[in-house]
T-cell receptor, first 115, second 116 residues
Framework: AQSVTQLGSHVSVSEGALVLLRCNYSSSVPPYLFWYVQYPNQGLQLLLKYTSAATLVKGINGFEAEFKKSETSFHLTKPSAHMSDAAEYFCAVKVSGTSYGKLTFGQGTILTVHP | DSGVTQTPKHLITATGQRVTLRCSPRSGDLSVYWYQQSLDQGLQFLIQYYNGEERAKGNILERFSAQQFPDLHSELNLSSLELGDSALYFC???????????????FGPGTRLTVL
């Protein structure tokens, strides 16, 4: 079984500051990992994904994440926050190598960006 | 725009009623997933269909059922509705086996169900 823990349900940063959203996973098999963003009253948009290729993954809007197997982590970072980054972010894990199977989501982290 | 469409956007109904949520996957995608997002449970996987067949089941109540039709659209039926069923229901789709992006799920905008 897989599980995801997102540390911090709320993160607040100033515009221009580093964004760091933490995600730790548990999986009995090699995982695939995802970060999704949800803007108010909208669906989930894929930011980036790790599917066993490069451990440092670059996504849209300047976000990136690094898969660290030894730490079972997949933290999301962005060097400089923008007001438009304010949203809820979800980390998710999936069993690798299958075309089917659920995503297991973390509880989400709400990112607030202050001017 | 993910290419996944869901109707209706909003649904308000009463306890005990039955509703149907509809989802059209991205063109070419064979898998459809249903998720429920609520304040207390977060995002929970309900069920998955692949090319018309049920493939995986999650925390789906017996009062809920789903199907995928030959044209690949899917419907989620919720019956004997309770207050606690109020939530955002998402549909997602993913490409078929052999596609390099088969592991990625693309989400629709969701249907917000309010049970009064």
């Amino acid at each position: 079984a897989q599980s995801v823990t997102q540390l911090g349900s709320h993160v607040s940063v100033s515009e221009g500051a580093l964004v760091l959203l933490r995600c730790n996973y548990s999986s009995s098999v090699p995982p695939y990992l995802f970060w999704y963003v949800q803007y108010p009253n909208q669906g989930l948009q894929l930011l980036l994904k790790y599917t066993s290729a490069a451990t440092l993954v670059k996504g849209i809007n300047g976000f990136e994440a690094e898969f660290k197997k030894s730490e079972t982590s997949f933290h999301l970072t962005k060097p400089s926050a923008h007001m438009s980054d304010a949203a809820e972010y979800f980390c998710a894990v999936k069993v690798s190598g299958t075309s089917y199977g659920k995503l297991t989501f973390g509880q989400g982290t709400i990112l607030t960006v202050h001017p | 725009d993910s290419g996944v469409t869901q109707t209706p956007k909003h649904l308000i109904t009463a306890t005990g009623q039955r509703v149907t949520l509809r989802c059209s996957p991205r063109s070419g995608d064979l898998s459809v997933y249903w998720y429920q997002q609520s304040l207390d449970q977060g995002l929970q996987f309900l069920i998955q269909y692949y090319n018309g067949e049920e493939r995986a089941k999650g925390n789906i109540l017996e009062r809920f059922s789903a199907q995928q039709f030959p044209d690949l659209h899917s419907e989620l039926n919720l019956s004997s509705l309770e207050l606690g069923d109020s939530a955002l229901y998402f549909c997602a789709s993913s490409p078929p086996v052999g596609d390099g992006s088969r592991d990625t799920q693309y989400f629709g905008p969701g249907t917000r169900l309010t049970v009064l």
